[in-house]
């Protein structure tokens, strides 16, 4: 049966593969809604979710490969929802209305196609998100506004090209070499027409980076406006300058060591101006010096420890017995969690490098 459904209606599949009674009672509750006429402008799925006041969807591997895999804006304006799953749905884009679940706690996008733009600026409106899922996807790099979001205690992001070692070729370059003048070559079509009074709104809405989402002063129309056309700009990373993303400006690299327990994670910003660009490369790279300073001391303190301890012992024990002594502290204090481990390989390649990296 739910083979016959066309896949925009993909979330009835699901439901009546999953839970038919909850599905009947819903239409039960909808047939005496619409015969009392108080009918509400909302869709069938919006008004399915508010129905039900899920806490969680897990909607894992809904769309196939060449679907039409734009994700409805129901499913984000579902408040109690604290947990949103979306492995495996190749998805490019995750829409801006993200930034409308106010209770987001995890988010998983585990496995789709997702790049640096694809993931928008208003997902720091989600001030509870404490777990960001991004493994296997196509970032070169981390967005730069998840720094400002103090809520995440966990982000996962191996697989991402090579793990990012694409980007940290940047690593041991100079503060002009992280800054890279992006041109605006694409023709925005919709310049050649005076825009609307509400479009400039919106453009000034979005500048200022507050979330115009819980902002009962701005309509719900103007909301849904601002959402469809907030991907057409990009947001300074540091002043409130927002720009036609088909107009030039900033890519800036940066380094942040540690993050989240772990060494060394790029960083990928957008900014206006060449000197926003400075204004946020300079301070994150006067950071990841003394980060690497810091961890230069905690090594050569963790050698000089090494070798006392090696001195004692060979005055005492055998020679087998110290060798694996050493092994098991260099096991428990260099080595990380399983799923850190490429961060603890970058580490290592860190501790042995970043010196030249320092001086320059
Ligand atoms: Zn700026």
Request: hydrophobic share 35%; net charge neutral.
């Amino acid at each position: 049966m739910s083979q016959e459904i066309s896949h925009n209606l993909w979330y009835l599949t699901v439901t009546l593969d999953k839970k038919k009674e909850r599905f009947l009672n819903f239409i039960k509750r909808e047939l005496q809604r619409s015969e009392e006429k108080h009918f509400p402008k909302e869709t069938l799925l919006g008004r399915y979710l508010n129905c039900h006041q899920f806490t969680e969807l897990h909607l894992d591997g809904i769309f196939k490969y060449g679907d039409d895999n734009n994700l409805p804006k129901e499913l984000f304006k579902c408040p109690s929802v604290r947990w949103l799953s979306l492995k495996y749905n190749y998805l490019d884009k995750i829409p801006p209305d993200i930034g409308r679940m106010q209770n987001l706690e995890y988010l998983a996008l585990t496995n789709n196609k997702l790049q640096n733009k694809s993931i928008p600026y208003t997902l720091t409106f989600c001030t509870k998100l404490h777990t960001l899922m991004l493994d296997n996807n196509l970032l070169d790099a981390l967005p730069g506004f998840l720094l400002k979001m103090s809520s995440l205690v966990t982000v996962h992001r191996h697989g991402n090209h090579n793990y990012f070692k694409s980007t940290f070729m940047w690593y041991h370059t100079d503060v002009n070499e992280r800054i890279l003048e992006t041109s605006g070559s694409i023709v925005d079509q919709s310049q050649r027409e005076p825009e609307s009074l509400q479009f400039w709104a919106a453009q000034a809405i979005i500048g200022l980076k507050v979330n115009f989402y819980s902002d009962d002063s701005v309509t719900p129309v103007l909301k849904d406006f601002i959402s469809d056309i907030y991907t057409r700009f990009n947001v300074c990373g540091l002043c409130n300058e927002t720009r036609l993303a088909s107009k030039s400006g900033f890519k800036v690299i940066t380094f942040k060591n540690p993050y989240l327990g772990n060494t060394c994670v790029p960083f990928q910003h957008w900014a206006c101006s060449y000197r926003c660009a400075t204004d946020i490369e300079v301070p994150a790279r006067e950071e990841q010096i003394a980060a690497a300073r810091e961890l230069d001391r905690q090594y050569d303190a963790y050698i000089r420890e090494c070798q006392k301890q090696c001195n004692v012992s060979f005055s005492s024990v055998s020679s087998s017995a110290v060798a694996v002594r050493l092994l098991s502290h260099g096991t428990s204090d260099l080595s990380g969690p399983d799923d850190q481990a490429p961060d603890a390989m970058e580490g290592d390649w860190q501790r042995r490098s970043h010196k030249n990296c320092c001086v320059s």
